[in-house]
T-cell receptor, first 115, second 115 residues
Framework: GAGVSQSPSNKVTEKGKDVELRCDPISGHTALYWYRQSLGQGLEFLIYFQGNSAPDKSGLPSDRFSAERTGGSVSTLTIQRTQQEDSAVYLC?????????????FGPGTRLLVL | AQSVTQLGSHVSVSEGALVLLRCNYS??????LFWYVQYPNQGLQLLLK??????LVKGINGFEAEFKKSETSFHLTKPSAHMSDAAEYFCVVSDISAGYSTLTFGKGTMLLVSP
């Protein structure tokens, strides 16, 4: 079956613009995760969804970041008023139920560059 | 919170030589540990995982890792390196301290393979 897909694969934007990043998880996976990979910070966790709910949004870097998931499937990560420090690769992952032993399957990422 | 430390940001080996990538973890509870690999310009792929069954875990592409509780280590090995093994390797712990499972990544080790 299809893996995790993300779009766009690359995004270049100007400082101050809003961007939307999309993640389509593996069909049937109830758990969905967003991570960010940047040179200075390595790989860091942003937010977790179980179904359509995100129990904890404290991992989001600032209030310019928001995420939603609809229909227990596709998720969108939105960054408002982008800043240069938002430049990074944004990775989405999904797992079957969110259990600690489960494998998280990663998408190819969206490479965001803020000029 | 749980954490992992990878020793060496870069490891260089010759083709055919032993690969040893070091990882130590910090956890107050039995950890669930993973090794992920990231090939250039690609997403993260699971190599292997330890979930408290056998301490010696075999993964894809000839890699294996041994969980040693006494040393709090989970080093990754491969008897004979191949050029195609050149990639970045991440030691990862599944952290449940937030009340749900997220992955905490080490800083990564870039494996360089020379002919």
């Amino acid at each position: 079956g299809a893996g995790v897909s993300q779009s766009p694969s690359n995004k270049v934007t100007e400082k101050g613009k809003d961007v939307e990043l999309r993640c389509d998880p593996i069909s049937g996976h109830t758990a969905l995760y967003w991570y960010r990979q940047s040179l200075g910070q390595g790989l860091e966790f942003l937010i977790y969804f179980q179904g359509n709910s995100a129990p904890d949004k404290s991992g989001l870097p600032s209030d310019r970041f928001s995420a939603e998931r609809t229909g227990g499937s596709v998720s969108t990560l939105t960054i408002q008023r982008t800043q240069q420090e938002d430049s990074a690769v944004y990775l989405c992952a999904s797992s079957l139920r969110g259990g600690q032993r489960e494998t998280q399957y990663f998408g190819p990422g969206t490479r965001l560059l803020v000029l | 919170a749980q954490s992992v430390t990878q020793l060496g940001s870069h490891v260089s080996v010759s083709e055919g030589a032993l690969v040893l990538l070091r990882c130590n973890y910090s956890s107050s509870v039995p950890p669930y540990l993973f090794w992920y690999v990231q090939y250039p310009n690609q997403g993260l792929q699971l190599l292997l995982k330890y979930t408290s069954a056998a301490t010696l875990v075999k993964g894809i592409n000839g890699f294996e890792a041994e969980f040693k509780k006494s040393e709090t280590s989970f080093h990754l090995t491969k008897p004979s390196a191949h050029m195609s093994d050149a990639a970045e390797y991440f030691c990862v712990v599944s952290d449940i301290s937030a009340g749900y499972s997220t992955l905490t990544f080490g800083k990564g080790t870039m494996l360089l393979v020379s002919p």
